[in-house]
């Protein structure tokens, strides 16, 4: 099942119609680079907040998944220019589309699966309810999504008494007082600031992701995973995604929950990758007929 080292992967600048000088980085993999790609699958694989194309799971995933994939960073992250927002879901979704029908056009490639971490999930989500080039996709992979957008305020407050302890404010506080807040992380081994306004936190809290109730496809199976011990998300988001998703007919959901397992999966890269070649195994066989807990006591070697 694992795909072999000899995957060929190709940098890949794609313009930007909707911003201007704005070109997307991304790496294509490819399985059989020699031939032609028209007609064959392809993953999309997107990055959460402050992340990258190769952050945490992604190229591993990326690197052993049996069809190809392509991997990109979102406007204003890491290599693809613009400017970071925090609640940029509108530019993310239309990110996603742009990627999809340059893939489309120029390689003849059909979106077959989208894996999603974090904020990636919640665009990943929206850009498959909404948009035509979503049609072929048969699986969605959502990895530590949040459902809850109002929960943010919470985690921007954790954050702030982490980072922040020399103000002894809260974070409602800083924001108020001097308009902003400077999330500082390190991307790429490379520090960064991303500047959060009030305006960022309003428009994320109020993004929208009831739609997955009743216009996520009914055809479409997703695979939820998500760690108990995440403190960035809840894991209750993950059983409210299980119960909207999991209802739908031929479509299923399956949850699989990892024990000690935060919101960047930290440690447990093979986990994360084995359980999705795993479930992705299942839809390719045309095993994926009931929704429920995932857990096939199968551990794929990568």
């Not at 190709?10 to 020699?34: C, F, N, S, Y």
């Not at 390689?107 to 072929?136: E, N």
């Not at 807040?181 to 936190?201: F, L, P, S, T």
């Not at 993950?238 to 739908?248: N, P, V």
Request: aromatic share 10%.
């Amino acid at each position: 099942m694992a795909a072999s080292a000899s995957k060929r992967t190709t940098r890949i600048w794609i313009p930007h119609r909707g911003a201007k000088d704005v070109r997307i980085a991304g790496d294509l993999e490819q399985l059989v680079p020699e031939v032609p790609s028209s007609g064959r699958k392809l993953a999309l694989i997107l990055h959460g907040t402050m992340g990258h194309k190769d952050y945490l799971f992604q190229k591993k995933l990326a690197k052993t998944l049996p069809i190809d994939s392509f991997r990109f960073d979102f406007r204003g992250n890491h290599e693809t220019g613009g400017t970071w927002k925090m609640a940029d879901f509108p530019n993310d979704v239309e990110d996603i589309q742009v990627v999809a029908d340059y893939l489309i056009q120029e390689y003849g490639y059909v979106i077959d699966l989208v894996i999603g971490h974090s904020k990636g999930s919640v665009a990943g989500f929206r850009w498959v309810c909404i948009s035509p080039q979503a049609a072929s996709v048969r699986g969605f992979v959502n990895v530590s999504g949040r459902y809850r957008m109002e929960r943010v305020l919470f985690t921007l407050e954790i954050h702030a008494q982490i980072f922040d302890l020399d103000r002894n404010e809260p974070f409602k506080s800083v924001i108020v007082a001097q308009g902003h807040y400077d999330w500082k992380v390190i991307v790429a081994r490379k520090e960064v600031v991303g500047r959060i306004h009030a305006k960022d936190v309003e428009d994320f809290m109020n993004w929208d992701t009831s739609l997955v109730w009743d216009r996520f496809p009914k055809n479409v199976h997703v695979m939820t995973i998500h760690g108990l011990n995440d403190a960035t998300v809840p894991p209750l988001d993950a059983f409210i995604y299980a119960r909207a998703l999991g209802a739908r007919s031929p479509g299923t959901h399956n949850l699989h929950m990892l024990e000690d397992a935060d919101h960047n999966m930290t440690g447990r890269t093979e986990d994360v990758v084995s359980t999705i070649l795993a479930w992705f195994a299942a839809l390719e066989g045309g095993q994926l007929h009931h929704s429920g807990i995932w857990n096939t006591g199968v551990r794929v070697k990568l």
